[in-house]
């Protein structure tokens, strides 16, 4: 249960415990908070389901993707959360990157696009993805085929405003 399910509960209860109060006839009384319920829950914000919520989430890490490829920068930061907390790793049998802020991600992309200008071509994806949702985060699970074998892919995914971002990438080949 969200925090806004629970201020919306606790607001119901304060509202009908303040109705319960009102000098209204005892026959009045119950059609009247009836009446109170009905309008309290119709109000209610719609929720996503499971299936659009990773959906949205499909699209982010697909668009970030996208965006790499073309080197389109601006577009490609916008995919991503630049909360103290976000992450990027990159691991192989030999070698080991870490970056631990937005700022170290985002110099890492600058300069890998400026060293590489030409966009590349859109990997061909049919991975199959195993989401763990979670209220406002989640993680994501993938394998893809790398020129040495399986690549395995984690992404933490966090919601910011609607809208579903990378928080930390990690990718193991």
């Known amino acids: 249960m969200t925090f806004f399910h629970l201020f919306s509960l606790s607001r119901l209860f304060t509202i009908l415990h303040l109705a319960y109060k009102l000098p209204l ?19 209610q914000p719609a929720t996503e389901s499971t299936e659009q919520t990773k ?19 601006a577009s490609w930061q916008d995919q991503w959360s630049y909360e103290p ?9 030999k070698d080991f ?43 994501v699970f993938y394998t893809k085929k790398g020129e040495k074998g399986p690549v395995k892919e984690t992404r933490f995914m966090v919601k910011e405003e609607e809208k579903w971002k990378i928080a930390r990438m990690q990718t193991i080949y």
């Open 25 to 43: 006839d005892k026959n009045m009384r119950l059609p009247y908070l009836l009446f109170l319920c009905i309008c309290l829950t119709a109000c």
């Open 55 to 73: 959906e949205k989430i499909i699209e982010t890490l697909q668009l970030e993707t996208k965006y790499f490829c073309e080197r389109n920068l």
């Open 85 to 93: 907390f976000v992450s990027k790793i990159y691991a192989g049998e």
């Open 97 to 139: 990157e870490e970056f631990t802020t937005w700022n170290e991600i985002n110099q890492f992309t600058v300069d890998h696009i400026a060293e590489f200008p030409d966009p590349i071509p859109l990997p061909v994806s049919d991975q199959k993805y195993d989401i763990h949702l979670f209220v406002e985060t989640a993680w």
